[in-house]
């Protein structure tokens, strides 16, 4: 903020300069700006000044000038409003970036979160005993008495040290009405979007290793056989239930410790092969750099000359890609052989296999293509891929127009033969 507020009176009006050059210097002498450093300052400060400017640079610089120099101190009670209430959002979002599964801590968190958040701005005795479900359909008016007065709104220290020097003036009035609007605008965007009493997630915390051992979690663990019915067949459902009952009140189940979830379950999945079963497809869910990662490597594959690729030609490669990272290994070194020994047999007939494959899945592709013509009576024109796409689109147009027709005709038939019959009874 500090530099925007030297950078930018290169652009103050002429008349204004003389009245804000107080600002600059204070600004220097806080610092410990050398002279030297404060005459190459001015220099490109000159520099900036004799700079043409278009209108719309006049109108963008003027915007600016307002927020940096002659409402700076505004601008600084908001910036530092975001500084104190923006990490409670931060340390949710960076949970969630990690690489370690943490799906099953998804509902507690996002309770959590909710809660801190309605306490900046509400009164504590209305939220301490609230569950998801009630914090959910909390009323968040002004007039629902659960709002703390303007002035008592969490802000942050920065915040407070601003107001004393300035509390009288309307600015500060101003903003306390906007951070009291912002509080209750974004508490009520997060009790809409936020699933805080979502059934799966409640189910899904069960699988934390903490909660082990209560009657509680053994239901919701029971209740992921319905949520999630393509894991298991009809016949293993009884028999996931008493695995999960077993897992329940089992002590010989090591501590999770430093362990990951997933870590921690793969040794337990042995014990309990069926409950792992749900618990495989309940950790593999995606929630953070994973799902963009994958988009990464979409573009590293995908581009102007392979568009076209199927996507289990993409599949095949990401997971190639996908392999070769976890083993930290290139492609040559993985597949490096030392000098002497044979060719893997087994590895050159799947590329001859795949090659093979692949022509044949080409050739089924052509004659599909050429049956279609064929029955929409198109004829191959020598044209570019414009023309071929009009004829192709004009050909199915009169093929449906037709089709509506033989419908028509037939309807028409239906009702001649419908009507003769009832003048027939008559």
């Not at 965007?189 to 805080?196: E, I, M, N, T, V």
């Not at 379950?265 to 079963?277: E, H, N, R």
């Not at 495989?280 to 994958?294: D, K, N, T």
């Amino acid at each position: 903020m500090v530099a925007y507020q030297i950078c930018y009176q290169a652009f103050l009006p002429k008349d204004m300069k003389s009245t804000y050059i107080a600002v600059k210097l204070a600004i220097f002498r806080r610092r410990n700006v050398s002279m030297k450093a404060r005459s190459r300052i001015n220099e490109i400060l000159d520099t900036l000044s004799k700079r043409p400017q278009t209108a719309d640079g006049k109108a963008r610089k003027s915007r600016l000038l307002k927020k940096v120099v002659y409402r700076v101190t505004e601008s600084f009670l908001i910036l530092n409003f975001y500084s104190a209430v923006l990490p409670l959002m931060k340390s949710y979002v960076c949970l969630f970036q990690s690489k370690e599964p943490l799906v099953h801590k998804l509902h507690q968190k996002q309770e959590e979160l909710f809660r801190d958040f309605l306490s900046c701005f509400g009164k504590q005795e209305h939220l301490i005993a609230k569950g998801p479900k009630e914090l959910q359909q909390l009323n968040l008016n002004q007039d629902g008495g659960l709002i703390l007065p303007k002035e008592k709104v969490f802000c942050g220290n920065a915040v407070k040290e601003i107001i004393k020097i300035g509390h009288r003036s309307t600015f500060v009035q101003s903003f306390y009405e906007q951070a009291s609007s912002a509080y209750i605008l974004c508490a009520r965007y997060l009790q809409q979007k936020l699933p805080l009493y979502n059934p799966v997630l409640r189910a899904i915390s069960s699988l934390d290793p903490d909660i082990q051992g209560h009657s509680v979690s053994c239901q919701l663990m029971k209740s992921l056989k319905e949520l999630i019915p393509v894991a298991l067949t009809s016949d293993e459902k009884d028999l996931y239930d008493r695995e999960v009952q077993a897992f329940h009140v089992d002590v010989s189940l090591p501590p999770q410790n430093e362990t990951s979830i997933d870590q921690w379950w793969a040794g337990v999945m042995v014990k309990y092969p069926t409950l792992g079963a749900v618990v495989r497809g309940v950790l593999s869910i995606f929630h953070g750099p994973q799902v963009e990662s994958s988009f990464n490597i979409m573009g590293n594959i995908m581009d102007a000359k392979s568009s076209r690729m199927n996507v289990e030609t993409f599949d095949a490669i990401q997971t190639v890609k996908y392999s070769l990272r976890a083993t930290g290994a290139t492609a040559v070194k993985h597949f490096s052989r030392k000098p002497g020994t044979t060719v893997c047999a087994k590895l050159c007939s799947s590329m001859k296999g795949a090659a093979g494959q692949y022509k044949r899945k080409l050739a089924a592709k052509t004659a599909e293509r050429e049956a279609k013509q064929k029955r929409l009576q198109l004829q191959k024109i020598q044209g570019n891929k414009h023309q071929a796409k009009v004829q192709a689109d004009k050909a199915v147009t009169a093929s449906r127009l037709k089709f509506v027709a033989r419908q028509k005709r037939k309807a028409r038939i239906e009702n001649l033969d419908e009507l003769a019959r009832k003048r027939l009874k008559q």
